[in-house]
């Protein structure tokens, strides 16, 4: 047992040591990348397509349950957003509130027949309304049936080639829509392209900004993957636009998955791949979004813990790709990377601590080392969060994580604020 | 069995640290150095912009030679030159680049391995070459790197020359490029000229489509006779990208052509010409519009209810007479049509009680 333990600890020794190490590579990737992208930023031509005739049309699909506070102010934010050709279309999800009533309020609703242009199974339409006052809004009254549903009626019903689904709560950068569509005007194999979105924690809670600390970290992280890997996924909580005709074409959204934007994520990985099609899946450096943090720990765990679970049932239904020579780096490294990370991460977590304890207990492990165990661990931890912070000084997430007194490194955002916190 | 010691794993931790705080120095310093050469940047802008203002050649020469000197250093005259200069400023930064021998430089690093420096000599070269370069530029449209090829099209696109148009429009051809982005180079009313030959041309068969798309963007009158002879003989593309093309040009000399595509045999195409007559209906059309509202196709019916609902009230009694018809599609389209329609006149009268 003594034996047992020595060893236990001296593997988490090493675990750690190399969890360092890591932790350095991805800062210096990082660095290297941010200098690389700041050299290319010049060449990056954002305004053209923000004013251009030939931009790809967008529909931003918004659906809604229970969202009579912010759902009135989201559509006129997405209206005035400034992409040059977009539609919005809100699918309300049987909500009990006021939702409908709100928005036939705000843009004099009135009911009209639109035809769906893409078949896909979902619940019942039961009305669709249009707004004398902006052509661009269409609002669909539906049976219950859950947001992928909801996402999925949105889609039969859309008219443009990229959709983008976007939660009312999500406070969009201004030119959010616009950076995310831009891989689409210049190649066309691009079928889907996403960003992280950061926690939006300006006045918020500490527990939102321990949030947003781990949003942006993981922000990192996923960058330099990304970066590395070809953008092969986009990570939880990110804002994307899509090729409706790809996304059609692979089933939609999988109302039956608690991730569904990862699985449909994976699923269009694995559409395009069983068939032999030439794509591109592209991936924005920097948050482009951001979302309301929880006000309680328990709200930050049970968000967390959905995420996982989304994470877990997305991964257990694409296993089939795991170890799979068809997908690439996809199957060999980033599936089984996440599903380590995503099943063992816990469990080893908690044997580390009981081993300590029990180590500690037993006289096994001297508490020096376990000081050292300690150290290194919230090293690795807070140097990950300083370069985040760093290097996401100009978009403002710093100053969303620090408050408007906090550290400010540098650059001015400009929000788009979809919803009031 | 012997496990590891706080004398063995205290080094082996340390110099993991040490590594780990190494590479938050080099970011933090690489962080600080990047905001330092952007406050210069600022400042070398602003002196740059006071040489223009005061016609300082030998400034100007100064800026020129360290942006000569230094492919990085670059980014004031870029940043000028992106803002639009006077013809004035153009050729007094143009002999300073000359003089100082930047414009061969600038040449030179078209060919650059660094596609970076490809992409922004292509910038200056178009800036301030005082030859035309479009013919330079061209081979830059096929580069590897799509943010280069993109970036020459802009640059190409910013010299609004025939040679440039021409060029472009030579890249239709290939697909090198996504269509569309050269397609906004040339929307402007100076390329029509070069459009309208291309058009005519046996070669630009593959690509006629696209210059119809082209010649509506420029909205110039000059592309109604080329968009005319394709709306009547074109392929079923071509017909649809000239009415497109002939709603984006909106003037009255375009509705007769709409109108007579309204009678097309391919739906797509007489849903496009009712949607190019949206804000363009006149009297003349009422009854055309009228008889889409009857039209087999969905999509027709519906852009067809939207032209009369904007075209006043002449519109508003055309719905009115299909709302009450024998045709139900056609009087469900009209019905929404004039609800919308109702509502809009609700909605204003809202405001102005408002305003009141």
């Keep these: ?421 | 069995m012997s496990h590891l010691s706080i004398s063995a794993s205290g080094p082996l931790a340390a110099a993991s640290l040490l590594l780990l705080g190494l590479s938050l120095l080099r970011l933090f310093a690489l962080e600080q150095r990047q905001q330092r050469r952007d406050r210069e940047a600022a400042e070398r802008q602003s002196a740059l912009e006071d040489a223009l203002e005061r016609a300082d050649a030998s400034a100007l020469a100064r800026h020129c030679l360290q942006a000569r000197n230094d492919p990085d250093l670059d980014r004031d005259l870029r940043a000028i030159v992106g803002r639009g200069l006077s013809s004035q400023q153009r050729g007094l930064l143009a002999a300073a680049a000359q003089e100082t021998g930047l414009i061969d430089c600038l040449r030179a690093r078209l060919a650059s391995a660094d596609a970076i420096t490809r992409g922004r000599a292509a910038q200056l070269v178009a800036a301030l070459s005082s030859a035309e370069p479009a013919l330079e530029l061209e081979p830059l449209l096929e580069d590897e790197d799509a943010d280069v090829r993109l970036a020459a099209a802009r640059a190409i696109g910013e010299l609004e020359t025939r040679e440039a148009d021409r060029v472009l429009i030579r890249a239709l051809g290939r697909d090198a490029i996504e269509p569309d982005r050269l397609l906004e180079q040339l929307a402007r009313p100076g390329a029509v000229r070069e459009l309208v030959l291309a058009s005519y041309r046996p070669e630009s068969a593959p690509i006629r489509g696209l210059l119809a798309e082209a010649l509506g963007l420029t909205r110039s009158l000059l592309a109604i006779a080329t968009l005319a002879s394709l709306v009547r003989v074109g392929s079923d593309e071509e017909r649809l990208r000239a009415c497109r093309a002939l709603g984006r040009i909106g003037r009255p000399d375009v509705v007769p052509l709409l109108l007579e595509a309204l009678a097309d045999d391919t739906w797509p195409v007489r849903a496009q010409a009712a949607r190019g007559l949206t804000g363009l209906a006149g009297l003349s059309c009422i009854g055309d519009l009228e008889r889409a509202l009857c039209d087999r196709a969905w999509w027709v019916r519906a852009n067809a209810a939207e032209a009369l609902r904007i075209a006043g009230p002449e519109g508003i009694a055309a719905l009115e007479r299909a709302a009450s018809g024998s045709d139900r599609f056609a009087a469900e389209r009209a019905r929404e049509a004039l609800a919308l329609a109702t509502a809009r006149g609700d909605g204003a009268r809202a405001l102005l009680e408002i305003a009141a």
């Design chain 1, 1 to 421: 047992m003594r034996s047992l333990l020595g060893t236990g600890n001296d593997v988490i020794l090493l675990l750690l040591v190399a969890l360092n190490l890591a932790a350095t590579a991805i800062i210096l990737a990082a660095a290297r990348l941010d200098a690389r992208e700041r050299r290319r930023r010049d060449l990056v031509d954002v305004s053209t397509i923000a004013r251009s005739e030939l931009t790809t049309a967008l529909s931003v699909i918004v659906p809604a349950h229970e969202h009579e506070r912010e759902i009135v102010h989201a559509v006129r934010a997405l209206l005035d957003s400034g992409y040059p050709t977009l539609e919005v279309i809100v699918v309300d999800d049987a909500s009990h509130d006021g939702t409908i009533d709100e928005l036939r309020r705000a843009f004099s609703l009135v009911p009209v027949e639109r035809v769906p242009r893409s078949r896909l199974a979902t619940r019942r339409v039961l009305r669709a309304y249009a707004s004398p006052l902006d052509a661009r809004l269409l609002v669909l009254d539906k049976e219950p049936g859950g947001r992928a549903d909801a996402l999925n009626t949105g889609l039969r019903f859309a008219r443009y080639p990229l959709v983008c689904p976007v939660d009312p709560q999500l406070s969009l950068d201004h030119d959010a829509l616009v950076r995310l569509a831009r891989p689409f005007q210049t190649d066309a194999a691009t079928i889907a392209c996403g960003a992280s979105t950061r926690i939006a924690a300006e006045r918020g809670s500490p527990v939102a900004r321990l949030q947003s600390l781990a949003r942006l970290r993981m922000s990192l992280i996923s960058r330099i993957g990304a970066a590395r890997l070809g953008g092969p996924l986009l990570g939880s909580g990110a804002l994307a636009v899509f090729s409706r005709e790809v996304v059609v074409s692979a089933g939609g959204y999988d109302g039956t998955t608690p991730g569904e934007d990862l699985e449909l994520v994976l699923r269009l990985h694995r559409h395009c791949r069983d068939n032999g099609r030439h794509y591109r899946v592209a991936s924005l450096g920097r948050p482009v979004a951001g979302s309301p943090g929880s006000d309680s720990l328990l709200a930050a765990w049970r968000r967390a813990r959905g995420a996982r679970r989304g994470t877990t049932a997305a991964l257990a239904r694409h296993r089939g790709m795991l170890l799979r020579r068809r997908y690439g780096t996809l199957g060999w490294l980033v599936l089984p990377a996440i599903t380590v990370h995503a099943l063992l991460r816990r469990p080893i977590a908690l044997a580390a601590v009981g081993g300590a304890i029990a180590g500690l207990a037993l006289g096994v492990v001297a508490p020096s080392l376990t000081i050292v165990d300690g150290v290194l661990l919230a090293s690795a931890t807070a140097g990950l969060s300083l370069a985040a912070l760093l290097l996401d000084g100009s978009s403002g997430a710093a100053r969303s994580l620090t408050g408007t007194r906090g550290l400010r490194l540098s650059g001015d955002p400009v929000h788009l604020p979809l919803a009031r916190s």
